[in-house]
């Protein structure tokens, strides 16, 4: 069974930093993509970051470029999410998603949520 | 950077039918996929390429697409699917794009 599981949310103030983390089992980590994406309360879902399963290909959204880093150890099977100079507008749940064959995310975490306040 | 357009609601008696639509700059030569997400809970995953439905969904849920709008459709539409659904795409200039969401409700 494919899971994947966050860790790494919390309250931090503005201009601050957090990790994120998303350890992954039930398959070939390997051998997939994956993705951020986020959700603010009460709003819609927004991609965040793309890495592929070498790390030989990132991708940022505009939102965040700049200010986060993507990265993947594939002997731990996990994913990691850093978030530098963290905005309010950067509260949200933080899901990391697997990458499928069409660029969709076939499977999803429970998500962590991040909250910048002061 | 492209974008996606979805209604903010749609309501559907029990046992009918369902269509939320998704609008983009000729999204019909893109491969769209939809994601429900329930109160509280992550998405999932229901309809990938256009109309394809991973294992576990229902039959009841199908999907197309042509020129400028792509179409979810539920069947036999039962409280349990009472839920947001998102469509979604790959855009060379934007990476991936959500659509902006509906809440489909179920009387």
């Not at chain 1, 709003?43 to 940022?60: H, P």
């Not at chain 1, 507008?89 to 660029?103: H, I, M, P, Q």
């Not at chain 2, 046992?15 to 509280?40: L, M």
């Amino acid at each position: 069974e494919v899971q994947l599981v966050e860790s790494g949310g919390g309250l931090v103030q503005p201009g601050g930093s957090l990790r994120l983390s998303c350890a992954a089992s039930g398959f070939t980590f390997s051998s997939y993509s994956m993705n951020w994406v986020r959700q603010a309360p009460g709003k819609g879902l927004e991609w965040v970051s793309y890495i592929s399963s070498s790390s030989s290909t990132i991708y940022y959204a505009d939102s965040v470029k700049g200010r986060f880093t993507i990265s993947r150890d594939n002997a731990k099977n996990s994913l990691y999410l850093q978030m530098n100079s963290l905005r309010a507008e950067d509260t949200a749940v933080y899901y990391c998603a697997r990458g499928s064959g069409l660029n969709q995310f076939d499977y999803w975490g429970q998500g962590t949520l991040v909250t910048v306040s002061s | 950077s492209y974008e996606l357009t979805q209604p903010l609601s749609v309501s559907v008696a029990l046992g009918q039918t369902a269509r939320i639509t998704c609008g983009g700059n000729n999204i019909g030569s893109k491969n769209v996929h939809w994601y429900q997400q329930k109160p509280g809970q992550a998405p999932v995953l229901v309809i990938y390429r256009d109309s394809n439905r991973p294992s576990g969904i229902p039959e009841r849920f199908s999907g197309s697409n042509s020129g400028n709008t792509a179409t979810l459709t539920i069947s036999r539409a039962q409280a349990g699917d009472e839920a947001d659904y998102y469509c979604q795409v790959w855009d060379s200039s934007t990476s991936y794009v959500f659509g902006t969401g509906t809440k489909v409700t179920v009387l």
